[in-house]
Structure formats: C-alpha cells, structure tokens
C-alpha cells in the first residue's frame, strides 16, 4: 500500500484553523470533497506546503448518491481510512429492476475486492478533509476563493490574484504556485480560468433526499431503470435507494439530458412520484428531507482543465460517470493521480516545457479514464432520445449476463490487468470511440 501506515487513523483528529490562511503556499486546492482532500493528502505526504479551503463550513453537504464503489473503497485504505470506511454499512452490490425484471448482482471479483459502502456526505468530506490535515495540509474550512485570471504569453488563462474570504469578512491574498480547482460542478475557479462546459454532450439532472426507513441496513442498492414520471412517461435515468445502516436511506432520481434533448421534467416532482414506488419494499417514514438537486457535467464534458499553474478535478473536471453519475471513486482517484503531476510540475527546472500541467493533466486524464469516458457517454447520448430505453430496456433487463456486464463497467472496476471477453470489448469499444471523438474535433478534457 502507498503512503503511511494506517495507524494514522487513530490520532487525534484536527481542527480546521480559523484564523487567516498564510500569505504563500506551494499549492492551494480550493473545494475540501473527494477530490481536494485526496490531492492534498497525496501532496502534504510528498512534504509540499498545501492550503485545502472550502467555502462550506467542515462536513460539508452536496447532492450525490452517498455511494462508494469498490474501487473507492480501495481509494479509501490507500489513504489509510479502511478502518473509518470498515465502521459504515457493507453494500454487496446492485438491485436492479425494471421493466418487469429483477436481478441481484454483486459487485464484481477483482483487485478492487467486493465490498461497497453509502456514507452521508458530510461526514465522508468531513473524513477526508481531515485526514488531509493529519498529514499536514493546512485547513481552512468556511473560507471562500475568489480568483482573477489573466490572459498570459502562451494564449492561456493564469491566476493573477487569489484572494480568500472568510468568517466576519476577513479577506487574505495567498499566492501559490499551483492552484487547484476541486470545487464541483460549477466550478468558481474555472469558471475564472476559462473552463467551459459543453452541454450539446450529456449531463444530469438529479435530486437527492433522505428518508427513514425500516430497511436502512439491507446489503443491496436499490436501481429501478425503468423511471417513471407523474404521468407514467419513461425518463431517461433511474432512481436510486442507498441504504445508510443509521436508520436512513438516500432516495434520489437522476435523468440525463443534453442542450439539444433536455430533460423535460422537474426532478424533485419526479423524486415526489418516484417514493410511492418504492415505500412499501423499503418500510419508508414520512416525507422526504433535505431535498436537493443539481446539475453535473459528465464524462470529461469539459474544456479548459489545466493552465502553466493550476488544474481542475473531480467534478470540476467533469469527472462523472454518464451512466450511474458515480463521482466519488474517479474524484480520489483523480486527486492522487493530480498530486504526482503537481509534484513533478514544482520540481521541473523548465515549468514551461515537457512538463507544463497544460499539457500533462489533460494526457493523463484521457490515458486514465479516456476510453471508458468516450464510450459511456456515447451510450447515455443514446438514452436521451425518447424511443430508446422503451426499446431495448426490456432486451436488456431480461439478460442477467448482460446486467452483470453492465455492473461491471458501469461501477468502473474494468481494469488494463484484466483479460476476460467483457474487459476486453469494453476497452475495444472504449479506445473505439476515443479515436472517434479526436476525428471530430471533440477530445475529452479539450
């Protein structure tokens, strides 16, 4: 295993600092989710002085599913959390239904192990960011960036002033040799540095809740793919039950759409018509709370993510699967990935050359998550045209070898190591569609 030892995790847990940030840093990452808090573990064990500040005061919320995949739980004991993560509830796999089908798929064997998990947002960030503090980033929870860009002699955008804002309107100019965006979908730092979103691809709409119920603790994820609204029509999406083990569960719906097919419907009354559907099977409380929603970028959707000096990850980077809308496992995946090339990039004597992140970040994105990114959300463009999923959801649906396969690509636990017919056509197809992509004009992570 990379990194300390997982002894780590049972020192005293930090608090975030609530006085000014420092005037200079080697790296300030700005969103404290997944994503951030992974870089900035990954960088302060390399000895890199790093800041790691968050608009949102620590155990921040967002709208998401909860979910942790197998491959995020093994991000989860890279960064020496596999006892926290072994506290929360053990999820096996999937149950999905649809279109008169019912099939219990578990989680793939492999390298990534079978074991999932569903933690609340808040207190799955809270850990992270706190454990990037364990390993020495500096924490400033409740401060928000505000950053101006400017256009430099290479035709980029770089930051020409950052400034963090926090409690009681204190204000603090940091300057940094890197600066990195992981501050979501809408990413503020992107927006600043020339990001753009290209949303003639598919994104999502979704809408997340939180309900009691009496099968909080049951092993399996609930998937209903064939998503109704109000009026009966099929939604291109599903709707989702995250068992929580606490008494709760995540209910959410999420559909996709693009500029030229968007999702006609309102997501949080097709969450209101999608609870009738599923309270009996669950023994659901009451109404649903904490309601929220939101859109996401998907599948590398985006332009723009890296200058001279900064980058974007995670959701910021458009790093979503477009099939399930899963972030997390690609967002600490991302931000190890991200700390090595910033390492690299603070030690290079020719910053402007080989080197540069304008040129690496984005390499390493398509080489890690390309393929599958290109093909996947190729597939969910199809799924935006209305005659599609009443087409072949049943075929689908009624092939329990076919749901396995899609278990598996869809929860990204395909491999380079592995050898099998699935794996093999998954990466065929995806470089397939990559290549298409480049002869169109439209590389992911442009």
């Not at 994105?365 to 597939?379: D, M, Q, T, V």
């Not at 190591?417 to 992911?444: E, K, T, Y």
Request: hydrophobic content about 40%; proline content about 7%.
């Amino acid at each position: 295993m990379e990194g300390v030892s997982e002894t780590a995790e049972n020192a005293p847990r930090p608090t975030p600092e609530n006085h000014a940030p420092p005037a200079e840093c080697d790296v300030l990452i700005v969103g404290a989710g997944p994503a951030g808090s992974a870089a900035a573990t990954w960088l302060a064990r390399r000895g890199i002085d790093v800041v790691l500040a968050d608009r949102a005061p620590l155990g921040r919320d967002k709208t998401c599913g909860d979910g942790l995949t197998p491959r995020a739980m093994a991000e989860m004991r890279r960064l020496g959390l596999s006892e926290w993560a072994g506290e929360r509830i053990s999820i096996q796999g999937l149950r999905l239904r649809g279109f008169g089908t019912e099939h219990e798929i578990p989680w793939p064997a492999g390298r990534f192990g079978t074991r999932g998990s569903a933690v609340p947002r808040r207190e799955l960030d809270r850990a992270l960011a706190e454990k990037a503090a364990e390993e020495g980033a500096r924490l400033h929870a409740g401060w928000t960036a505000r950053i101006t860009g400017t256009s430099d002699v290479m035709g980029g955008v770089t930051p020409s002033e950052v400034t963090l804002s926090g409690p009681d309107g204190a204000e603090q100019q940091i300057s940094a040799r890197v600066v990195v965006g992981a501050d979501g979908a809408r990413s503020s730092v992107g927006r600043a540095l020339g990001r753009r979103w290209h949303r003639d691809l598919p994104f999502a709409v979704a809408a997340r809740s939180y309900m009691t119920a009496d099968a909080h603790d049951r092993p399996w994820i609930g998937s209903d793919l064939e998503l109704r609204d109000a009026a009966g029509a099929i939604q291109p999406g599903y709707g989702w039950v995250f068992p929580l083990g606490d008494g709760s569960v995540n209910l959410g719906v999420g559909a996709l759409a693009t500029s030229d097919r968007p999702a006609n419907v309102n997501v949080r009354e097709l969450l209101a018509a999608y609870v009738p559907k599923v309270r009996e099977e669950w023994g659901l409380h009451g109404e649903p709370r904490e309601v929220a929603s939101a859109f996401l970028p998907m599948g590398g959707a985006v332009s723009g993510v890296a200058g001279p000096n900064w980058a974007l990850t995670g959701d910021a980077a458009g790093l979503i699967n477009p099939l399930n809308g899963e972030g997390i496992d690609y967002g600490l995946e991302a931000g190890r990935l991200l700390a090595g090339v910033v390492a690299e990039h603070l030690s290079s004597t020719d910053p402007l050359g080989a080197g540069a992140l304008t040129k690496v970040w984005p390499q390493v994105l398509r080489k890690e998550f390309g393929p599958s990114f290109a093909l996947a959300r190729r597939l969910a463009a199809l799924l935006t045209y209305p005659r599609f999923l009443p087409a072949v959801g049943p075929t689908g649906m009624g092939s329990e070898t076919l749901m396995t396969a899609a278990v598996r690509c869809m929860g990204n636990v395909v491999t380079e190591d592995d050898a099998d017919l699935v794996s093999a056509l998954w990466r065929g197809f995806g470089r397939g569609h990559r290549l298409i992509d480049r002869v169109q004009g439209r590389p992911l992570f442009a």
